[in-house]
Each structure stands twice: as structure tokens, then as C-alpha cells.
């Protein structure tokens, strides 16, 4: 079955300082990758999707991730992080036009 | 706002009530998606529809559990008897290539 690992369950940085949130997915063709921002009881907000080509890409608030096949990976990264920031992150995956699966998320705290 | 908006946004209910909850959805769209979130889970998936017709159903969806899209613009999902492990984040979501997600409902069952 379809599945996505974000290892870490919490992460703490710094503001200012640079983040880079894992992600995993099992095995299988190219899928169609997605990374979402949650804040305490909202929605998802899509920061950022991967579905063909360049395999850096450019989201939101500064983000990008990067797709890595090899590694089955695409883990998110920002060079400079704000505390408007901190929230609930989750990496998704579908096959095309079908549902998502999600990571069980990873939290971003960050400190002053 | 032409984003996807969901009623209520929050429920608090007793054991063995029903509830229905709304969503409606960016307006292009033609799938619909249902989703559950728990505390520390990421969403799970509930059912699909493609306009009016519901496509897939996940395992999660007990027979307590009906969704309708009857002309293909908003969705109500309904829970019957509602037990207290139904407590969560109702998530939908609508989407053309890109799902995107409306605010959720919060469901308490006491």
C-alpha cells in the first residue's frame, strides 16, 4: 500500500536559522507529491506540489522541496525561518487525480 | 472568498445523536473529498466524489457514516449515532489537479 514517513515528529529551530522537514514515500511509480501547512485548528494550506519536471520546486512563504527518486524522498526546506512559521507540517501523496495520503506530520516550534 | 468553506466549524454533540456537517466546495471543482483527522494523525480518507457521483469509499466509513453530493456542487456528510471515537477534524477538500482544503469541521462527542 501507498504510504509516507515524515520521521520527525517534533523539530525545534531557531528564527533564522534554516529548516528541512523529511519526508518519505514507499515505493512505486511517480507519484504526485505534496507538502500542506496546518495551524492549530484550521485547514491544510498547500504550500508546495511535485508532479513532473524540475525536480526543485518552488511553494509559498518561501519554501521549496526537493524530489529526490532515488532516495524516494522530498523533504522540505527554508533557508530562514520566521515564528509565524510554527505549525503542523504534512508531506501527501497521491497517484493522480485520486485521494491523498498523508504523513502523520511533523511539528515545527520555533524559538526565539 | 472563493475558497472551500465547511458548516459548522465546530460540533459538540451527545452519544447517539446524529449530526450533518456542510461543505461547500471552490466552484470549478468537480471532485469533492471527505477526510478525518485525529489528534497527532495526519488526514485519512473518508470518500470521493466525482460531481454527483460517489466514486470511493474507505473502510473507515462505518455504515453510521453516509455522504451525498446530490447536484455536484456541495457535499453533507452525516454521522448517525454518533459514538465518542467519532471525535475529530472533519476535513473536505475540493480540488482540479490540486486538492485544496476547506477550515474543517470539529467534531466533540460527549
Known amino acids: 500500500a501507498q504510504s509516507v514517513t515524515q520521521p520527525d515528529i517534533h523539530i525545534t529551530v531557531s528564527e533564522g536559522a534554516s529548516l528541512e522537514l523529511r519526508c518519505n514515500y514507499s515505493?512505486?511509480?511517480?507519484?504526485?507529491l505534496f507538502w500542506y501547512v496546518q495551524s492549530p485548528g484550521q485547514g491544510l494550506q498547500l504550500l508546495l506540489k511535485?508532479?513532473?519536471?524540475?525536480?526543485l520546486v518552488q511553494g509559498i512563504k518561501g519554501f521549496e522541496a526537493e524530489f529526490k527518486r532515488s532516495q524516494s524522498s522530498f523533504n522540505l526546506r527554508k533557508p530562514s525561518v520566521h515564528w509565524s512559521d510554527a505549525a503542523e507540517y504534512f508531506c501527501?501523496?497521491?497517484?493522480?487525480?485520486?485521494?491523498?495520503?498523508f504523513g502523520k506530520g511533523t511539528m515545527l516550534l520555533v524559538s526565539p | 472568498d472563493t475558497g472551500v468553506s465547511q458548516d459548522p466549524r465546530h460540533k459538540i454533540t451527545k452519544r447517539g445523536q446524529n449530526v450533518t456537517f456542510r461543505c461547500d466546495p471552490i466552484?470549478?471543482?468537480?471532485?469533492l473529498y471527505w477526510y478525518r483527522q485525529t489528534l497527532g494523525q495526519g488526514p485519512e480518507f473518508l470518500t470521493y466524489?466525482?460531481?454527483?457521483?460517489?466514486?470511493?469509499k474507505s473502510r473507515l466509513l462505518s455504515d453510521r457514516f453516509s455522504a451525498e453530493r446530490p447536484k455536484g456542487s456541495f457535499s453533507t456528510l452525516e454521522i448517525q449515532r454518533t459514538e465518542q471515537g467519532d471525535s475529530a477534524m472533519y476535513l473536505c477538500?475540493?480540488?482540479?489537479?490540486?486538492?485544496?482544503f476547506g477550515p474543517g469541521t470539529r467534531l466533540t462527542v460527549l
Open positions: 477538500a475540493s480540488s482540479g489537479d490540486t486538492q485544496y
Open positions: 515505493y512505486g511509480a511517480t507519484p504526485y
Open positions: 511535485y508532479f513532473s519536471g524540475d525536480t
Open positions: 501527501a501523496r497521491n497517484p493522480g487525480y485520486s485521494t491523498l495520503t
Open positions: 466552484s470549478e471543482h468537480n471532485r
Open positions: 466524489f466525482q460531481n454527483e457521483a460517489q466514486l470511493e
